[in-house]
């Protein structure tokens, strides 16, 4: 799937006069002008398990992300998705490290294209750059990666996660998600158990935002702050969808 983004359009676009507005100003003048924000990419896998290089310019079929795409789409600040396979892997908070490892290697190698970030004053400084950097943010996708622990939460934090998805296709210990809502052989907890209510007041504490993009119906009126990667629920019926909202 293609990554879904978030255009912050110039503020002189919005502040232009009426004449200037009804001119039909150029898709592409206006994309130029914007700061892209895309939300969620999962290419940390990439780097981890086949040693990718983002210097490497690939087919769009082989990957949606190289530093050649990223200048030819504008692209302003990604969110890479710490993402822990919970078919694959049994050490989940050991696996999302080192993914947060392989992120900053990919910083540290091209520093002239990339900065880790941790807040939007670092966003703005890597856009005003003379080379406009690329600024690199986290977040995780699927709460069995902390462990039960908020000492972990709380560590993702401090190494750059801004935003942890609550649960990936897999209910975990204290949420429910919609991945396996009708699986009568998996425990579900209406929601959020007592734990993962701490979980979310620790994020907000934080101000490490809350996405609940594959989450059950249950967590949708509740913590809500983000839908990083979801679609709308009656258009399609995918684990990534929310049952109530738009991603």
């Known amino acids: ?25 150029d898709p592409r003048e ?10 969620h990419v999962d290419t940390p896998q990439r780097f981890l398990d086949e040693s990718f290089d983002l210097a490497t310019v690939t087919p769009v079929a082989e990957g949606h992300m190289d530093l050649q795409k990223i200048r030819a789409g504008n692209l302003g600040a990604e969110f890479f998705s ?4 919970p078919t694959r892997h049994t050490r ?9 490892d392989a992120v900053y290697e990919q910083a540290r190698k091209h520093p ?8 939007t004053s670092d966003i703005l400084a890597a856009r005003r750059s003379s080379k406009q950097k690329l600024a690199a943010l986290m977040g995780v996708e699927g709460g069995h990666a902390i462990e039960n622990d908020l000492g972990i939460l709380r560590d993702f934090y401090r190494l750059g996660v801004r935003y942890m998805t609550l649960t990936w296709s897999n209910t975990n210990e204290w949420a429910d998600s919609s991945g396996d ?40 009126s509740g913590p809500a702050q983000l839908f990083a990667h979801s679609l709308a629920f009656l258009g399609a019926r995918a684990d990534s969808s929310s049952s109530e909202h738009n991603g």
């Open 1 to 25: 799937m293609l990554p879904r983004t978030i255009l912050v359009i110039a503020s002189a676009l919005f502040a232009a006069s009426p004449s200037a507005r009804s001119t039909n100003p």
């Open 30 to 39: 206006i994309h130029a002008s914007a700061l892209v924000i895309d939300t």
């Open 112 to 119: 002239a294209d990339m900065i880790m970030a941790f807040s």
């Open 181 to 220: 809502i009708d699986d009568k052989a998996v425990v579900h907890h209406d929601g959020l158990t007592d734990f993962g209510k701490q979980v979310v007041r620790e994020m907000n504490r934080l101000g490490m935002m809350v996405d609940i993009s594959h989450g059950a119906r249950a967590l949708g």
């Open 92 to 100: 989940f908070a050991h696996r999302a490290l080192r993914l947060i």
């Open 82 to 85: 710490i993402w822990v396979d």
